[in-house]
């Protein structure tokens, strides 16, 4: 394929999906890139994060940011290299993350808008893991437990969505910091992975299991803490089982992103006063602002990766072009990890010397 | 009417109803009262307190605390006088607080699962008041605001069912920490009420108006704190105009107590992802156990009373017979101040001296 400055591919919503989210509603134009103005930087993109929040940006209505008008770009969370610079903060080659869109380039105004930033991680890490292990997927699990969780140890936690992406780290992190976890997941072999891999207490399949009962059964005293991305039913049924003073932490709710005009709302919310619980609704980086815990949470997870206490697993698909074919594997479960686009090759690295890294799961794979 | 030891009416849960709580599902027994065991208590109920939360006793599932048996007398916080005292921390004479039940006289084991308690009140305040200005009533609105929501001044604080009990407690301690309050009820009368005698900022009719628009151009920078004892549609209609970093403390759900079967769960509740927000759930007498803040609540509202700062009324209905009766005005929204029912004659307390009292409202009535 050809693409470059005169050829640059661009994801173009052009009518709202009414359910799911599909290629009929996008349209993959190419439009040159015109003049770098003064202030400006454009990235050449390496790395599209899919992502449920996708579904949620095509909504008519706002969401935690405001959705993509018609006519707009798909927005994604992007890594890409500094191919130009006008802007004294940013210089070619760097590698930076930020909020851009499903592109082959994207032109960053370079006035913090799109939370474009240096990426500073650990040159042992491969640029993709930053994606799991970090950014509002490893963050999110990590600020969710750490900030709006904090658990003691001992306590009962339960994740949802406990094979993906946020779900994993969940399960991982809620080990390390002491906690019982229970994770639910979709499938017999998800929750093999969720207890094998992930190392949970406990897995439960809610597709063939009561959920309720199952959770009461793996948690006799109830659940102290519990980090949900799914909403809805499950949401409900944790809700039923909850322990005095229980936190749940709300990160997203992917069983109702198709659900735009009545999501499901769990009818024994007020289970909260019986338990004197509470949910918070979050999102990981808002915790930039709290430099010291920022900082801390990424040596955390960095430490917990090298001393081989976190895996993580990575679905990299290649091609801006199937970006809509890919996303549709998250929503129906089959992706195994945190699924990327790989739209661009990596640039060149200093590479690791003197320590051998540490894998990931077997389970990585390109395709 | 005769009553006395030999002759005690209790009211006994009969059958669960499936939406209202009427009479018929209750039957008026008299029983004597056997004798009193070491460590016992007799009280003669003076008050008892009639709450949305009989709906939720009655019902199959246990709510904040186990429903009541089939057979049992239905549950009721009361005010009453012992007569007679097996234990040592009670004496013949004292004014006590209790979750006793709707009877002319109980038998507390003396062993705290009541709650019993000796009244601890300025002298000046009229004993009924301690219904409208502390114990659950009062202590829910304050502790909502100062421990759930903890409001700066300045923030948009909004109030459901703002002319009962609860409500009309928390539009006042709300103005008293700053807030511009927006109350809600359900009637134009009850709106007069809101913002003329308790002294909201705003008050919105919610079966004449549009909640969200209304809600939306009364609190246009969105609304910070809301202390919530309806749920349902009331409870949507806000979750659709939360500020960041919003704080809801649920207190009660009377909109969905005769729903035993589904209660309506707001489907927008993933709104507090957009907003940073939370909802906790709450019971104000937990917070007897920071004692401390315990007695400041006390003072604190003893002290606001005294200086015209707060204001309450009281709905009392006589006789014990008419409890189920009177409990209908609760869920009709035809009780006008803390519904109350009086049991049997008030003791003989020192008469306050030298200090004229401040009123209450005029609305204040005994029937």
Chains 1, 2 share one sequence.
Request: hydrophobic share 40%; aromatic share 8%.
């Amino acid at each position: 394929m050809v693409t470059g400055r005169d050829v640059n591919r661009r994801w173009i919503l052009r009518r709202r999906p009414n359910g799911e989210l599909r290629s009929e509603h996008l349209d993959l134009t190419t439009e040159p890139i015109g003049e770098i103005n003064s202030g400006q930087v454009l990235v050449r993109t390496v790395y599209t994060s899919l992502d449920p929040a996708h579904r949620l940006y095509a909504r008519e209505k706002d969401s935690y940011i405001p959705s993509v008008p018609l006519g707009g770009v798909m927005r994604s969370f992007n890594m890409g290299v500094v191919e130009e610079s006008q802007n004294a903060d940013f210089a070619t080659g760097d590698i930076v993350t930020g909020v851009f869109g499903w592109e082959d380039y994207s032109v960053s105004a370079g006035d913090g808008s799109d939370y474009m930033s240096v990426v500073d991680m650990d040159p042992r890490l491969p640029l993709a893991a930053r994606f799991a292990l970090f950014e509002h997927i490893g963050l999110a699990a990590y600020f969710g437990l750490v900030k709006i969780i904090d658990p003691r140890p001992g306590d009962t936690l339960v994740v949802s969505a406990a094979a993906g992406a946020v779900g994993s780290m969940a399960v991982q992190i809620g080990k390390i910091l002491g906690c019982r976890v229970i994770g639910i997941a979709g499938s017999d072999a998800k929750c093999a992975l969720v207890r094998d891999e992930f190392g949970a207490d406990v897995a439960i399949n809610y597709r063939t299991a009561d959920l309720t009962s199952a959770l009461r059964a793996a948690a006799p005293d109830g659940v102290n803490g519990f980090i949900d991305g799914v909403g809805g039913e499950i949401l409900e049924a944790v809700l039923e089982v909850l322990a005095m003073n229980a936190r749940i932490a709300m990160a997203g709710f992917i069983s109702q992103y198709e659900n735009d005009a009545q999501p499901y709302g769990p009818g024994n919310i007020y289970n909260l006063i019986n338990q004197r619980a509470r949910i918070e609704g979050y999102s990981a980086p808002d915790f930039a602002s709290d430099s010291h815990a920022w900082a801390k949470a990424h040596r955390d997870i960095t430490d917990w990766y090298f001393q081989g206490r976190i895996k993580y697993r990575l679905d990299v698909d290649q091609g801006l072009e199937n970006a809509p074919q890919s996303l549709r594997k998250l929503f129906s479960g089959k992706n195994e990890g945190k699924l990327l686009i790989q739209v661009s090759e990596e640039p060149i690295r200093q590479p690791p010397r003197g320590e051998s890294l540490p894998p990931g799961l077997s389970g990585d794979r390109s395709r």
